[in-house]
């Protein structure tokens, strides 16, 4: 497989304003990664092919690397979105980003205590963006170490036997900068 790259990546995006989720969804392309956006926590969900139950009943599993929700939406909120994401069995692994335009102390603190990697304030910008990558590499870091995860479906993995070790790799390292030196050992 070689290295791992921004494209291959996927990200959905979530919010109720068609304004924000443009922004937020170009930003995120311009920035090389797929980007999958809906309208609702619900749309999400369904997405995801979580219903009422909270269990995976497609059979196609949708391969997302990354989601990014606003807090505030009619019907479902971010965190409420956030909460049934890390109760799946299937889906609790996945980073999620929260975003919103109130600075309220309380409801940050909330959401990352529950399981959320960053929590931004809109608009969302470009350098928000760039502090993604750690969380979407170290969710392939965990595909790597639990290759039979239900979410994993990326290819090139080779098993390595030794007397000592028994370790999942891609290629021993990745080349985030892609400045021909390794910034990321997978070990």
């Known amino acids: ?23 937020i969804e170009r930003l995120l392309k311009t920035s090389s990664y797929q980007v999958t956006a809906v309208d609702s926590g619900n749309k999400a969900l369904e997405f995801l092919g979580l219903l009422n139950e909270d269990e995976q009943t497609n059979s196609q599993v949708i391969q997302v690397n990354l989601i990014i929700t606003d807090y505030c939406m009619p019907g479902m909120t971010g965190y409420d979105l956030l909460r049934k994401i ?19 102390p309380s409801r940050i603190n909330r ?6 990697e960053e929590f931004f304030l809109k608009p969302v910008q470009l350098a928000d963006v760039n502090k993604l990558k750690p969380h979407l590499m170290k969710g392939i870091s965990k595909e790597i170490k639990e290759p039979n995860n239900i979410n994993n479906k990326r290819k090139g993995l080779e098993e390595i036997d030794s007397a000592d070790r028994t370790r999942t790799r891609l290629n021993d390292t990745i080349d985030i900068n892609n400045d021909g030196l390794p910034d990321l050992e997978i070990v």
């Open 111 to 116: 959401c990352l205590e529950e399981g959320a």
């Open 1 to 23: 497989m070689g290295m791992v790259t921004d494209s291959q990546f996927h990200v959905l995006a979530v919010d109720d304003s068609i304004i924000d989720r443009k922004l």
């Open 86 to 104: 890390k109760e799946s069995a299937s889906l609790k692994d996945i980073p999620v980003v929260i975003m919103s335009s109130e600075n309220i």
